[in-house]
C-alpha cells in the first residue's frame, strides 16, 4: 500500500461531520454507544421507523385479526404492491415492473423457470466464478430439473486476479451456446461494480436473456434497470436497504417481457390478477405486473420494516446516498493507506468510484482472527473465506469519525498483536 493523504486527524473526521450530507438521518437508527457498526453489507442497523411500521402490523393483527388484510393502517392484502412502488425510483423501474416477494434464491429459481427456456445446443447458463454460493446452487438446481449437466452447461467466467471480473471475458464468453445470463451488479467479497448497461447491451445483440443479482447494490447505489433493458434482476432488502434480518426480497421483470409472457415460471395463488384470486378458480389468471411472480402469501412481519425504512431513502434520496457512500469508502482507505502501511494489508475493491460498490475490501493473511480482535474491540466487521475482511461505512448511519475510531482500532490491535490470542478461523457464522 501507497501512501497518498490528506489529513489523518480526529479532528479533520469530525470537520468532515460537521458540513456532511444526510447526518441527520443517522439518529434515525438504533445506534450501539462507542461501538462502530460496519456490518451493513450484511445486516443494515434498525431504524425507528421501521419499528414502527413493524408495530402496526402486529397492532392491525391485534386489533382486526383476519380483517387486517383490508383494514387497518397497514393493510395486508396491497402491502407488496406499496413497497414495491416506494422501491421503483433505486431500481430505476416502473411500478408494474417491481415486486416484493420470496428471498433472493427463491426469486432466482423463480425467475430461471420462466425464462430459461434451453433449445437446441443454446442450452446453457453464464454465470461467473466469484459470485454468491446460493446463485450457483440455484442455477445447478435448474440445470438439473432439466436433466442437464450442472458441470458442462454452467459456464462460470474465470477471474484474471482472483478478485475481479474482467468484463470483456464475460462477453467473450456469451456464445451462441448461451441461452441466459445471471451475474452480480457488485461482487460480494472485492465490491467490484459491473458495467450492467454494457452488458444487457452485448447480451441483447447475441440474443441471450440476462438477470442481475442487486444484493450488493441495492440501496447503495442508483440504478436504471428500465432504461439500460435488462430483462430481470433480484435483491434482498436487508442489506443496505435495512429491512431487518431475513426479510422479504424484491424483482424486476421489464415491461417487455412482461408482454409476451404467458405467466410465470413456478405458479402460485398470490402470483393471481388481485381481483381474481379469491373466485378459487383451478386455472391461474397471473397478474398483468411483475406480481405474477409472487408464489405464495405474503410474509407480513418480514415486509412491515421495509416500509418504514424505505420512508427514509424517500427523504434522503438514492443519487445523494450514493456520494457519501463513494465519500466515506475513499476516505476509508486513504486512511488504511496512511496508517496500516507495512503490516501485511491489501486494499482489494476497485479504487475508482465507477468501478466500486459500497464497502472496502481489505485483505490479510491473518483476516478471521482480525475480525475477532476487531469484534472484542466493539468494531463489527465481515469476514469473508479465505482472507477478506469487509467494512462498510454506510451513508446513512455512518459518520466519518466512525470510519476515523474503526481504523485507528485497527490499527492498535496490530501494533499490540491483540489478534494472536484468537484462532484463525471462521466463526459458524461468518
Avoid at 468532515?16 to 438504533?30: G, N, V
Avoid at 460496519?38 to 385479526?65: F, H, I, P, Q, V
Amino acid at each position: 500500500m501507497e501512501g497518498s493523504l490528506l489529513d489523518a486527524s480526529e479532528a479533520y473526521a469530525k470537520s468532515l461531520d460537521e458540513k456532511a450530507e444526510l447526518t441527520k438521518f443517522r439518529e434515525e437508527f438504533y445506534l450501539q454507544k462507542d461501538h462502530y457498526y460496519m456490518d451493513g453489507n450484511s445486516l443494515g442497523l434498525l431504524s425507528k421507523r421501521a419499528e414502527e411500521t413493524l408495530l402496526n402490523s402486529l397492532e392491525d393483527w391485534k386489533r382486526y385479526g383476519i380483517d387486517g388484510w383490508m383494514g387497518g393502517k397497514q393493510p395486508w392484502f396491497s402491502l407488496s404492491e406499496k413497497i414495491a412502488g416506494m422501491l421503483t425510483p433505486l431500481v430505476g423501474a416502473k411500478e408494474e415492473e417491481v415486486m416484493v416477494t420470496g428471498s433472493i434464491t427463491v426469486n432466482i429459481h423463480q425467475l430461471i423457470a420462466t425464462f430459461y427456456k434451453p433449445v437446441g445446443k443454446r442450452k446453457k447458463i453464464l454465470a461467473d466464478e466469484l459470485t454468491f454460493p446460493s446463485d450457483i446452487y440455484a442455477l445447478q438446481s435448474q440445470l438439473r430439473l432439466k436433466n442437464l449437466d450442472p458441470v458442462e452447461d454452467l459456464i462460470r467466467v474465470k477471474s484474471r486476479d482472483g478478485r475481479t471480473l474482467n468484463e470483456e471475458d464475460i462477453i467473450a464468453a456469451m456464445t451462441d451456446e448461451v441461452a441466459i445470463i445471471l451475474l452480480p451488479s457488485v461482487l460480494y467479497r472485492s465490491g467490484q461494480l459491473l458495467d450492467m448497461e454494457l452488458l444487457t447491451h452485448k447480451a441483447h445483440k447475441r440474443g441471450i436473456i440476462i438477470g442481475f443479482d442487486l444484493a450488493h447494490s441495492i440501496g447503495a447505489m442508483p440504478h436504471e434497470l428500465h432504461d439500460w433493458g435488462v430483462d430481470f434482476a433480484v435483491w434482498c432488502n436487508y442489506k443496505y436497504l435495512n429491512g431487518g434480518p431475513g426479510s422479504v426480497g424484491g424483482l424486476f421483470v421489464h415491461e417487455k417481457q412482461l408482454g409476451i409472457l404467458s405467466g410465470p415460471g413456478l405458479g402460485g395463488w398470490f402470483g393471481s390478477k388481485k381481483e381474481k384470486q379469491f373466485d378459487m378458480e383451478h386455472v391461474l389468471t397471473p397478474a398483468e405486473t411483475a406480481g405474477a411472480f409472487q408464489i405464495g402469501t405474503p410474509h407480513i412481519l418480514s415486509l412491515a420494516p421495509i416500509l418504514g425504512s424505505l420512508e427514509i431513502f424517500q427523504e434522503a434520496g438514492i443519487e445523494n446516498i450514493r456520494r457519501k457512500s463513494l465519500s466515506l469508502t475513499r476516505y476509508m482507505m486513504e486512511l488504511m493507506d496512511y496508517e496500516l502501511r507495512e503490516m501485511g494489508f491489501s486494499i482489494t475493491n476497485p479504487m475508482d468510484d465507477r468501478f466500486r460498490g459500497g464497502h472496502v475490501s481489505l485483505e490479510h493473511k491473518e483476516a478471521a482472527r482480525i475480525c475477532k480482535a476487531l469484534k472484542e474491540n466493539k468494531v463489527t466487521p465481515d469476514f469473508r473465506a479465505p482472507n477478506v475482511i469487509r467494512l462498510a461505512p454506510i451513508a446513512l448511519y455512518t459518520s466519518y469519525h466512525d470510519v476515523w475510531k474503526t481504523v485507528q482500532i485497527l490499527k492498535t490491535i496490530m501494533i499490540e498483536e491483540q489478534y494472536k490470542q484468537f484462532s484463525n478461523e471462521r466463526e459458524v457464522v461468518a
